[in-house]
């Protein structure tokens, strides 16, 4: 008991010892403004169009329909190792656009009115293939008016496509 005494004096005493000025209190830190936080917008959703697709942008001009003719062809063909095939393509002896078994294809519709002038239809264009028997695979594509396809097997396959119930020419795709 008498430890505990001695160093309650002790501490007493040095405390005296060390001046009679007062303590010094650190200053008070000045506050930092905060930027307030401000509200994340949120996107608003927007019901579809359940009307006819919006035609796609080829960065062509597209005049008003209707739709008067239609014309089908084989617009572009990439071989298997990525290269792009130079047409024309089209071989006068046969009436046939030929391709090789492996090659990827794309064949474009394009509706015109009754100026000649390019136009879209009301509807999308519905492709009609005779004879395909499973030479075409056809891939995906956001275009309706380009049918994009894998050739898979030999032989002719007959092409066509109407847009609006305008039926277009015919061509010939001939797979070797």
Known sequence: MVRTRLSWVTLIAFTAACGSEAPTTPPEPTPTPTAAPTATPTAVPTAAPTASPAPVSTGEEVFPG?????????YAVVTPSGQHREGPFYDPRTDNDVVQKGDFIVLDVTPKNDQGQKCDGDRDPEWILENDKGRLARR???????YRADTVGGGVVQVRATV?????????????
């Open 66 to 74: 209707p739709v008067k003719t239609v014309k089908v062809r084989l």
């Open 140 to 146: 995906p594509s956001s275009n309706p008016y380009l």
């Open 164 to 176: 609006d119930g305008v039926l277009s020419n015919l061509i010939n795709i001939e797979i070797r």
